[in-house]
């Protein structure tokens, strides 16, 4: 069982940058990644990583502006946000991934990220 704390979030204008922390404890030699989800929407997959910090695999949506990483010594997962728009306001998640973009562990507090001018 893995749990963790996201943090990193705040207010960012359109085009900012933030980014995102997740610290894991427990079996964080699984894949982990970030999961988003905006006001009246689903919880929907933003990115996720293998525990060797290979094979990154992104969101249509994020793509080419987000960058997850991870640092293992750290138990830490990051999400670089780059070119922010206002469809990225969400609150954040980190959470095991199973395949590419399945959640399957417990869901922590979240982060929230609101883009706005």
């Known amino acids: 069982q893995v749990q963790q704390v996201e943090s990193g979030g705040g207010l960012a204008q359109p085009g900012g940058s933030l980014r995102l922390s997740c610290a894991a404890s427990?079996?964080?030699?699984?894949?982990l990644g970030w999961f988003r989800r905006a006001p009246g929407k689903e919880r929907e997959f933003v990115a996720s990583?293998?525990?060797?910090?290979?094979?990154?695999y992104y969101a249509d949506s994020v793509k080419g502006r987000f960058t997850i990483s991870r640092e293992n010594a750290k138990n830490t997962v990051y999400l670089q946000m780059n070119s922010l728009k206002p469809e990225d306001t969400a609150v954040y998640y980190c959470n095991l991934v199973l395949g590419t973009s399945t959640p399957f562990g417990s869901w922590g507090q979240g982060t929230q990220v609101t883009v706005s001018s």
């Open positions: 990583i293998n525990w060797n910090g290979d094979s990154p």
């Open positions: 427990g079996r964080t030699f699984s894949k």
